[in-house]
């Protein structure tokens, strides 16, 4: 008769150790004045609050001694995708630096965070701009795109429908945290 008690399990302890940091790709600043400069706006022409806060920012720009440029991306998808897939590599071939916007949307944050990763690739410091309820999203994809060191400028949300008063103000009160995200200064 064979033995009614469980067998022994041996028990063996692997060694455990934290997998490495995924630092990705670099993230660049202009570290120093943003006179003299082109820095790049990029709006999608849907967002009226990013819209009037990219105006506000192209005066802000002006009186600092840089010079704008404003890219309007159009759609993803088919011959309109890539021609907006071409326009964002020109634009970001001819500015020193910029700011993608507007994160407010899933397509809409993850078409800002592809094109600020356009210019970093490109090492040229940019900013994605996205409203907080976007933020995780923001960083998700920046991460996926091996960029998880994007720096990143939250907005409050929501932002569309606010009065044009009140978006002027909270373009006069991120554009200091804009160009301090850049490592430019005024």
């Not at 008769?1 to 670099?26: I, Y």
């Amino acid at each position: 008769m064979g033995s009614t008690s469980a067998p022994r399990r041996l028990r063996v302890r692997l060694p455990v150790a934290r997998p490495p940091l995924d630092v990705g790709a670099p993230s660049f600043t202009v570290d120093g004045p943003l006179r003299g400069r082109t820095v790049g706006l990029r709006h999608e022409g849907s967002w009226r609050s990013w819209m009037l806060i990219v105006d506000a920012w192209q005066r802000y720009l002006l009186d600092d001694g840089a010079r704008p440029d404003i890219l309007v991306a159009k759609g993803r998808v088919g011959d309109e995708g890539k021609r907006t897939r071409k326009d964002v590599d020109k634009w970001a071939n001819r500015v020193d630096c910029g700011v993608s916007g507007l994160g407010t949307c899933g397509s809409c944050t993850s078409n800002s965070v592809s094109d600020a990763v356009a210019l970093e690739k490109l090492r040229r410091p940019a900013v994605v701009a996205v409203c907080e309820e976007f933020e995780t999203h923001a960083r998700n994809m920046a991460s996926f795109l091996g960029h998880p060191s994007l720096k990143i400028l939250v907005l409050p949300y929501p932002l569309e429908g606010r009065p044009t008063d009140e978006l002027a103000g909270i373009a006069a009160e991120y554009y200091p945290k804009f160009v301090e995200l850049l490592g430019a200064t005024r």
